[in-house]
């Protein structure tokens, strides 16, 4: 993969059997991909369709260097129990798309694919790869630039667990933060499985490997074990970073450096602006990370958008006046709305408010209630 993050010796090492242990569960687990209306539910393990992508892309005619667990997904298998749980589940298919006929063609092989896992009993002769792109696919994403070659499948799961499938010819930047660098290359378990031998144990396992793309594996396992918080040219970020590092600081991840990430946090926010600078992009934008972030974690909305508006408040210094008070009299209304969805303020219907909502707020889930107040929302019952 074309990258141009540090590389050396120390950006790997094997997996403990713990760790293997935890991979063969994630691998072996059965996931459903939800359907749409009336598309059954498909059960599925990972290992089975990852083994099953690579194995028709051979035969398509592109070759697969490697397979790796990327992501969230793969912290957890090297460290449990940090306090964030994984929700996508990332591989990444290191492959040549030297043109438009391949990034066809992938697509193609794991629509294909999808027919494989449908129940007995369904007529699969009348289906259709659009037919099943609509029913089971959440995003498809193709980048084709001169220094980025990928794109990316997501198989729909209504729980946020939504398995994630990216064939990548290169990518200039791979990772965020120093603590979801990391990927397991997945080749030996694999081949594991395919070759039926006897069950794993801590003296009969398949050697497996991890990478940081960060650099460093173990500063990278030291910063993700005491949940620190680091990264690297964050100007290089789409977005900078800036709602996932929100997102760990709501999980109780620190700074490694704290006087260095108030300089930093400066870099996330102007690029996020730089990135986002229309009020409306900024909404789709965040409300998408809430809803395919915190699925089962309603609580920590909120949270969450309390502690983005104050980095924004106190980090942002490319915005005008006007354009930084409209931002985070979104920030506040998206909180606000959040508390009425919880049941932690009175009915939205029922609260008399002080004030109209801004003008450039299109929203009408937003225009029940609003307050003008920044940081403590005073409502009101209704008589």
């Known amino acids: 993969m074309d990258n141009k993050e540090e590389s050396s010796c120390n950006s790997v090492s094997d997996l403990t059997w713990e760790q293997v242990c935890r991979l063969n569960y994630v691998l072996t687990e059965v996931v459903p991909i939800h359907g749409r209306g009336n598309f059954p539910t ?50 990444i298919f290191r492959v040549d798309l030297p043109t438009e006929a391949e990034f066809r063609l992938v697509k193609d092989v794991v629509l294909g694919i999808l027919l494989d896992f449908l129940p007995e009993g369904v007529n699969k002769e009348k289906i259709t790869p659009m037919t099943l792109k609509e029913a089971y696919v959440q995003k498809l994403v193709k ?14 799961n209504n729980n946020g667990r939504n398995v994630e499938l990216k064939f990548v010819d290169s990518i200039r930047r791979q990772f965020e933060f120093s603590v979801d660098s990391f990927q397991i290359v997945l080749d030996s378990i694999l081949s594991h499985y395919e070759q039926m031998q006897l069950p794993m144990s801590e003296a009969f396992h398949p050697a497996v490997r991890g990478e940081s793309v960060y650099g460093d594996f173990n500063t990278a396992l030291t910063h993700l074990r005491s949940k620190l918080i680091a990264t ?46 229309d009020i409306g992009e900024q909404q789709r934008k965040v409300e998408a990370y809430l809803m395919s972030h915190f699925i089962g974690e309603e609580k920590s909305k ?29 920030l506040s209304l998206m909180a ?13 219907s029922c609260v008399t408010c002080y004030y109209q909502p801004a003008p450039y707020i299109r929203d009408h889930n937003f225009s029940n209630y609003y307050v003008a107040n920044q940081n403590i929302p005073t409502w009101l019952p209704c008589n």
């Open 42 to 91: 498909l059960e599925v393990q990972l290992k089975d369709i990852v083994a099953r992508v690579r194995s028709h892309l051979e035969l398509s005619g592109i070759r697969v260097k490697d397979i790796r667990l990327n992501g969230s997904t793969a912290s957890h298998v090297l460290v449990q129990d940090i306090g964030w749980s994984y929700k996508d589940l990332d591989f």
């Open 143 to 156: 980048v084709n630039t001169e220094q980025d070659r990928w794109s990316l499948i997501s198989l729909s």
């Open 232 to 277: 690297k040219r964050p100007e290089e970020i789409r977005g900078g970073g800036l709602l996932k590092y929100c997102n760990l600081l709501v999980r109780d991840f620190q700074p490694a450096n704290q006087e260095e990430f108030k300089a930093l946090e400066r870099y996330m926010c102007s690029r996020f602006f730089i990135d986002f600078p």
């Open 302 to 330: 909120y949270d969450y958008l309390q502690i983005l508006r104050k980095v924004v408040n106190e980090s942002t210094v490319c915005l005008m006046g006007h354009e930084r008070r409209q931002t985070l009299h979104l």
């Open 336 to 348: 606000f709305r959040v508390l009425a969805e919880q049941s932690a303020i009175p009915d939205a």
